[in-house]
């Protein structure tokens, strides 16, 4: 499928996939709503870091949603953007750099002072520091012309950490997951979503057999979490970070709330009552 192009049906669809990946992910998923950190616990930390990932696993986050892209020689690094120039003194596209020349760069002094001397991250180096802690939401940043080679790179990653049926891997775009798709049977999708209505991402989910849909939160309502559960979709929202709005969606029915302050869902989870972990 071409760039842009819509589903049809001349695509596979849930049904005629392995069986594992036709799974909804809730299954596996035992807490009653899963407290995400975005980007590691990124409203007190610099975004994507060790600090970051370290400061979600010490609030027990359920997951941590990051960003990957690879490098000039193949490498998949944890970065948001295309251009290095906001959370390092680096300048140019990360894909026209090698890892060895990102690993010299400052990711943390953007952040604050004491951040000085944080590295960005590979992906196999932030699987080492969480392990089986929390799952991790891998969000495809790459551009188009790097899906064909990051889709394999990123699964053999993810088979070698033993992480790649508890992580789920999203995007914006579905033509990216498809190519994921094309590549492993077994990957778990989400399709991020930005819009106010859903047909296309209903079709597109049926396509890609995705387990979960990833809307903002602005667009959350209780009859598209019906539509999503009637397709055993999980429903994971960002990014969100008032406590209200947590225990609103909360109430609304979602499965997972993206938050750059995990503490913050931590304080909403012990305020939703049946839904939410009293202790």
Request: with cysteine.
């Amino acid at each position: 499928m071409t760039y842009g192009q819509q589903p049809g049906n001349a695509y596979r669809t849930r049904a005629t996939l392995d069986p594992v990946a036709a799974v909804a992910y809730s299954e596996s998923v035992t807490v009653p709503w899963m407290r995400i950190a975005h980007r590691g616990a990124s409203g007190t930390a610099p975004e994507h870091t060790r600090a970051a990932f370290a400061r979600a696993l010490d609030l027990d986050v359920d997951m941590i949603e990051l960003d990957v892209q690879l490098t000039r020689d193949g490498h998949l690094v944890v970065l948001h953007d295309e251009g290095l120039e906001r959370t390092t003194n680096g300048h140019g596209a990360v894909r026209e750099h090698t890892l060895s020349e990102i690993k010299t760069l400052d990711a943390g002094i953007w952040f604050g002072p004491q951040f000085m001397g944080e590295r960005v991250l590979t992906l196999s180096e932030v699987l080492e520091l969480v392990g089986s802690a929390a799952r991790l939401n891998v969000e495809v940043k790459a551009p188009c012309a790097d899906w064909p080679a990051l889709a394999p790179q990123l699964i053999d990653t993810l088979e070698r950490y033993q992480a790649l049926e508890s992580t789920i891997i999203s995007c914006f775009q579905p033509e990216a997951l498809l190519v994921v798709r094309e590549y492993s049977n077994r990957a778990r999708l989400g399709l991020l979503w930005q819009n106010a209505t859903f047909d296309d991402a209903w079709r597109w989910v049926d396509v890609l057999a995705a387990v979960s849909i990833h809307p903002l939160w602005l667009f959350v309502t209780v009859n598209m979490v019906r539509a999503a559960r009637a397709r055993a979709l999980q429903v994971l929202t960002w990014t969100v970070n008032d406590i209200g709005i947590m225990k609103h969606l909360v109430e609304q029915g979602v499965d997972g709330i993206i938050s750059d302050f995990p503490e913050r869902l931590r304080v909403a989870q012990g305020m939703t009552g049946p839904f939410g972990n009293q202790s």
